[in-house]
């Protein structure tokens, strides 16, 4: 198996601007809404003082935990609940949400545009799983490229926005399964149904919960996960798509985890991190690790 490391920057975005950051803050616009949360990760001088960024809201958090809980303090008379963002072809509802989230991860869409042009360029039926898949981007971009999609998320609330998004993205003739499970637990079970999959992502978080209270430890339970991920896959899979954030992790660990499970189909494996490019500077935010196996 080859590897590869890749920093994967996601500058493929019109709705989307990391507009300044630094001191621990980030000033981003998502579509018409322009937001400034706290980044644990922005150590470095913003190009202008925090004091004088001028945003719509700004999201006060309560502690130092990077999902945390917090407080959004409007700025503007123009900051509203909702509202929709593009990105290549896709429509989707942005919102402020208790825990800074945005209802999108714009970083991922560097995996996004990966995954469409893998399935665009099977020309045959290719069936997906999307674990931890939020509120669908991921799934969105699969169906778009003509896929069949299993999605699955323990919130049934993400998963009504992520159906939301489907109709918003003129998709809902494509076929797109919204499931709300643990996912441990639903990999278990596809395992014993007997289902298969040509290609599966997973982006978990540090720590969660499934339907049923169930809880998820990333540094515990990741192993087994990819373990049952192995186990899903055609006899040959196209990709494999893992992230991870907010843990005390190496790219290097998460990779060599996945290389261990995919050995057996040769293929090339990716590894590194995401960043967001910053408007009119060569910063770069990072914002996640990734580890990426594809067929050659
Ligand atoms: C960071 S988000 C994933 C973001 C997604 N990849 C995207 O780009 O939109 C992590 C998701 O994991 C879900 N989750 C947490 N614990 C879970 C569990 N035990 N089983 C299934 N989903 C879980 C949360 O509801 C949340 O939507």
Known sequence: MKTETRLLVADDWEDYALLDSGHLQKLERFGSQTVIRPDPQAFWNPARPVQS????????????????????????????????????GLTFTARRTAFRHMGVFQEHSVHWRFAQERIRAENRPVKVLNLFGYTGMMSLACAAAGAEVVHLDASPKSNGYGKENQSLSGLDDRTIRWIADDAMKFVSREQRRGNRYDAIVLDPPKFGRGTNNETWRFEEDLPGLLDGVQSLLTESPLFVIAT?????????????TLADRMAAYGGILEQGEMALPQTGSDRLLPTALYARWRAD
Not at 54 to 81: H, V, Y
Not at 244 to 255: E, K, M, N, P
Request: aromatic share 14%.
């Open 53 to 88: 960024w001028k945003a719509d809201a700004r999201f006060a958090a309560k502690g130092p935990d990077e999902d945390g809980a917090g407080q959004w303090e409007i700025l503007s008379p123009r900051a509203t609940e909702s509202w929709p963002m593009r990105w290549n």
């Open 244 to 256: 991870a954030y907010a843990v005390r992790l190496s790219y290097l660990a998460l990779a060599q």
